[in-house]
């Protein structure tokens, strides 16, 4: 069974850009999560999907916005790229949810200059 | 809110002597727990969850209530343990929270 994609794997973003990151699930997959892993932060949940609805949000500014398709796919949209959002974004995927086991992706490193 | 600590970044052991990861959560409800490993270059993975209860690579957790802690232990670490490990919890709002990892190294 393929594992879960990201695409790009990598960005360099100036500031008051935006950007759009793309993960495909594993097949079978309806739950895809996104995660922002920094150094100084560690990894911090930004919201999740299930069935095309935005079930859960994490502690982010309206800047960062998500959403899924029909055949599970995810994008999240960062607009108006700040310094701070430098960081690698990790999306994972699961059948139902948070409480079952997440297979992440390898992540997008996102620089903004 | 659901919050949960790892206390050690680092944690140095050698080969063969038992190693023990804390992990405390603060959750007023029942959580779902759960330890995630990264090895060097691969991806972050599902190492056990507690209500398997199960032994996964040699490594037991065991959820304490009373103490609110889901510690990763294993009684003789192996130079192939070496990672990054990290405690999550998911509550009823089906977020999953991680720690701030434990960097382990097992020398040889």
């Known amino acids: 069974k393929a594992g879960v994609t990201q695409t790009p794997r990598y960005l360099i973003k100036t500031r008051g850009q935006q950007v759009t990151l793309s993960c495909s699930p594993i097949?079978?997959?309806?739950?895809v999560s996104w995660y922002q892993q920094t150094p100084g932060q560690g990894l911090q949940f930004l919201f999740e999907y299930f069935s095309e609805t935005q079930r859960n949000k994490g502690n982010f500014p309206g800047r960062f916005s998500g959403r899924q398709f029909s055949n599970s796919r995810s994008e999240m949209n960062v607009s108006t790229l700040e310094l701070g959002d430098s960081a690698l974004y990790l999306c994972?995927?699961?059948?139902?949810?948070?409480?079952?086991?997440?297979?992440f992706g390898p992540g997008t490193r996102l620089t903004v200059l | 809110a659901q919050r949960v600590t790892q206390p050690e970044k680092l944690l140095s052991v050698f080969k063969g002597a038992p190693v023990e990861l804390k992990c405390n959560y603060s959750?007023?409800?029942?959580?779902?727990l759960f330890w995630y490993v990264q090895y060097s270059r691969q991806r972050l993975q599902l190492l056990l969850r507690h209500i398997s209860r199960e032994s996964i690579k040699g490594f037991t957790a065991d959820l304490n209530k009373g103490e609110t802690s889901f510690h990763l232990k294993k009684p003789f670490a192996q130079e192939e343990d070496s990672a990054m490990y990290y405690c999550a919890l998911s509550g009823s709002a089906r977020q999953l929270t991680f720690g701030s990892g434990t960097q382990l190294t097992v020398l040889p």
């Open positions: 994972a995927s699961s059948i139902a949810g948070n409480a079952d086991t997440q297979y």
């Open positions: 959750y007023s409800g029942s959580p779902e």
């Open positions: 097949s079978g997959h309806r739950s």
